[in-house]
């Protein structure tokens, strides 16, 4: 079973978002430059940066773009090729292909058959 491990949400402002999210949530914020990315922290890691709380989940904070103009979940798979096939055989649609994260995996992001905004995630 894939299951959810990421969250991303977009801003129009960044210093603007990223104070608001740390202040009201106490998340801790950091920005990755080289991916024009902030990753949040929502709650403790292991010595891997994976969430270290069964059912917690971390995520990020980007420029509002494209599809992405709204908080979305990212699922966790284990073949992104597969997972994308399964999606738009069941009638959703590709948002944005396959894309590497550096050297930590892939993503993508496809409409449900809602028009909701999920992102994939396979990892390295």
């Known amino acids: ?3 959810v491990v990421h969250f991303e949400v977009p801003f129009d402002d960044g210093e603007r978002a990223t104070s ?3 202040d009201a949530f106490g998340w801790d914020l ?3 430059p080289q991916f024009q990315y902030v990753l949040a922290t929502t709650t ?3 010595e891997s940066g ?3 709380e069964a059912g917690g989940i971390n995520g990020g904070m980007l420029h509002r773009q494209g599809p992405i103009q709204a908080p979305l979940i990212t699922i ?3 073949d992104l090729d597969d997972a994308v096939a399964r999606v738009e055989k069941l009638g959703g649609k590709v948002a944005i292909g396959r894309q590497p994260v550096g050297d930590m995996g892939f993503s993508a992001y496809v409409h449900d058959t809602e028009g909701n905004l999920i992102g994939l995630w396979q990892a390295a």
């Open 50 to 52: 994976r969430p270290g």
């Open 76 to 78: 966790g798979v284990d």
């Open 1 to 3: 079973m894939d299951r």
């Open 30 to 32: 950091n920005p990755m």
């Open 44 to 46: 403790p890691t292991d």
């Open 20 to 22: 608001f999210y740390r």
